[in-house]
């Protein structure tokens, strides 16, 4: 049986849902009546299919991991596209994305990450000491969360990527930063951007798809300037073994040139593999920008709303680190405070509410409870109305959820935060170190205070992610 829905109109598809402007809203209207698996249209294509509950979408995560190719235009713009497919992971499908996956993966595992004469916790650390020292500078003042927290997160990633780190005052790429932000904002799956592509040739401006273009082409460029460094301080290196691996961009240039390798029609070789590579960046640098500064600011913005969490997680972290001693990795076992609010936020914010659309097999239909999906469905997780069904009290801000007599429990309820099946976000252990030691270094050194009577969690605002609005706090170092 095919899963039930509201109406279509030729053409327009489902009128509430496209005449409103929070696709999420209307997903949740349609959820609460026809159930957690349930189909819509949206604008001109054929009837979508929406997953929103725990187990239906455990079952589906690994039967339908395709990519819908009404994104391939911009994949001809900006990642080395033909219009039928997809550099990189996260437009990829088949065997190229196979074969991407099984490359990142390999490479961002904890034995391979060490930069140099760093490991990646040290970046980290390092990092969040730099974001420390700025906000020191600025005790007191009524200060709006954004920017600070998108480079912090974005230099971590970049010293993975290409080795190097730039300022948190960098104008260039705090302009680069506000540019995406703006197409996070911008855009939503049900919009012009997604569903009439074609538009961008007759009014880019009015639509919006500039706003991609300066986006996407920023990104690009700030890329393919590092892959042009890599190259050519290797071509000035006269022995191969003085070739040092040192940085994800070292690491793909290795494999695209390894003579040994017999497999040249891979993805992974050649001028196909150099267009891989520039294009795993490219989503590598993004998915910072868009998702992890996010987690960020919804984590400061809990803590200022409520201060009894807050100061339960800073009690803790004055017990375990004696001394004012820095916040480590080996720390995890011990503060389960700390761990049971970071995911506690990442419950409740739900950043990646509704994911990117995939695509059921071509050559067969997949099903998915009492539910029969045709082959080549577009195909929507609604994480956001799955998280909300799953917990008991979810509007309430409660990080004991994820405590056990004191200690920090995991709960597989919440395993969609980094997404589900082989179509996880391959970064997700690099992600959850990173928040573990931003956020225990940043709470241990400052209290977090509202900058106005009231905030709100409830307030938020759905593009592409699940943002908060705009709102200041004030820190006060300890």
């Not at 071509?362 to 029969?372: A, I, L, N, P, Q």
């Not at 995991?410 to 573990?436: E, N, Q, T, V």
């Not at 931003?438 to 106005?452: C, D, K, N, R």
Request: with cysteine.
């Amino acid at each position: 049986m095919f899963p039930p829905g509201p109406p279509g109109l030729p053409l327009l598809g489902h009128f509430k849902t496209m005449m409103r402007p929070d696709l999420l809203k209307s997903f949740m209207e349609i959820h609460a009546k026809f159930g957690a698996v349930f189909s819509v249209n949206l604008g001109p294509r054929k009837r979508a299919v929406v997953i929103g509950s725990v187990d239906a979408l455990k079952e589906a995560a690994d039967k339908i991991v395709g990519r819908s190719p009404n994104m391939n235009w911009m994949n001809v713009d900006y990642r080395n596209g033909n219009g039928k497919d997809a550099r990189g992971i996260t437009y990829s499908t088949g065997k190229e994305w196979e074969e991407q996956r099984q490359f990142l993966h390999m490479r961002l595992s904890l034995k391979e990450l060490v930069l140099g004469d760093t490991s990646l916790e040290q970046v980290i650390m390092n990092e969040a000491f730099e974001l420390r020292s700025d906000l020191e500078k600025r005790e007191g003042e009524d200060v709006e969360i954004g920017g600070e927290f998108t480079l912090t997160a974005v230099n971590v990633v970049w010293r993975l990527l290409a080795g190097k780190r730039f300022e948190l005052d960098d104008k260039a790429l705090n302009e680069l930063v506000s540019n995406v932000r703006k197409k996070v904002s911008r855009f939503n799956y049900k919009g012009d951007y997604f569903l009439y592509p074609w538009l961008r040739h007759v009014a880019p401006g009015p639509l919006g798809f500039n706003v991609v273009k300066v986006a996407e082409t920023g990104m690009k460029s700030l890329v393919e300037k590092a892959v042009s460094k890599h190259l050519s301080d290797r071509a000035r290196t006269t022995r191969k073994s003085d070739i040092v691996t040192k940085d994800l961009i070292d690491a793909f240039i290795n494999k695209t040139t390894d003579a040994s390798e017999t497999k040249m029609e891979s993805s992974l070789q050649g001028e196909l593999g150099m267009q891989s590579m520039n294009a795993v960046c490219l989503d590598m640098l993004s998915a910072t920008i868009e998702k992890m500064s996010l987690t960020l600011a919804w984590t400061f913005l809990a803590m200022a709303k409520y201060t009894e969490a807050q100061k339960s997680v800073r009690e803790e972290l004055d017990a375990v680190l004696v001394g004012r001693r820095a916040v480590t990795l080996n720390d995890k076992v011990r503060l389960h405070r700390l761990r049971a609010t970071i995911l506690e936020v990442q419950r409740f914010a739900c950043i990646n509410a509704i994911t990117m659309e995939r695509r059921c097999p071509e050559d067969e239909d997949v099903k998915v409870g009492s539910f029969v999906i045709p082959r080549g469905t577009d195909v929507y997780f609604n994480y956001y109305a799955a998280q909300r069904d799953a917990f008991e009290r979810p509007d309430d801000f409660d990080p004991s959820r994820f405590l056990v007599k004191g200690k920090f429990r995991s709960d597989s309820r919440a395993d969609l935060i980094y997404g589900l099946g082989r179509r996880d976000c391959p970064g997700k252990a690099i992600a959850a170190d990173f928040l573990f030691l931003a956020i225990g270094t940043l709470l241990q050194h400052f209290e977090v205070s509202p900058a106005a009577d009231s905030l709100s969690m409830e307030a938020a605002e759905f593009g592409l992610l699940r943002e908060p609005r705009p709102f200041k706090v004030s820190y006060q170092r300890r």
